[in-house]
């Protein structure tokens, strides 16, 4: 499974930016997950926002309200628009999917397929 993420950068408190993901090699049936999750400097990764199978949407407390993910019609591809961001935010990204558990996003969650990651830096 490979999965290609772009669109990091650095960006003022408040900007946005848009990240993008395509996946290959990925067998998208069943239940599934795709979206990003993060790892700042010296943390825990911690999970985004990703996208089920049946479309349901799910994103963690810090970013609901202000980072938006879609796939549009193409499976193996998500988007994560990142509006409104802080200091907080910084972090490397990372593009993600596997079969769909409970409890994503949470503490300890094992992601199973990631990228490469991309650096996203909020500051003035």
């Known amino acids: 499974v490979q999965l290609q993420a772009s669109g990091g950068g650095l960006v003022q408190p408040g900007g946005s930016l848009t990240l993008s993901c395509e996946v290959s090699?990925?067998?998208?049936?069943?239940?599934?997950?795709i979206g990003w999750f993060r790892q700042a400097p010296g943390k825990d990764p911690e999970g985004v926002a990703c996208?089920?199978?049946?479309?349901?949407?799910y994103y963690t407390v810090p970013v609901k309200g202000r980072f938006t993910i879609s796939s549009g019609v193409a499976r193996n591809r998500v988007t994560l628009q990142m509006n409104s961001l802080k200091p907080e935010d910084t972090a490397v990204y990372y593009c993600?999917?596997?079969?769909?558990?409970?409890?994503?996003?949470?503490?300890?969650?094992?992601?199973?397929?990631w990228g490469q990651g991309t650096l996203v830096t909020v500051s003035s």
């Open positions: 090699g990925f067998a998208f049936d069943g239940e599934y997950a």
């Open positions: 996208i089920a199978d049946d479309g349901r949407i």
């Open positions: 993600t999917v596997d079969t769909l558990s409970q409890g994503w996003g949470q503490p300890g969650y094992d992601y199973g397929h």
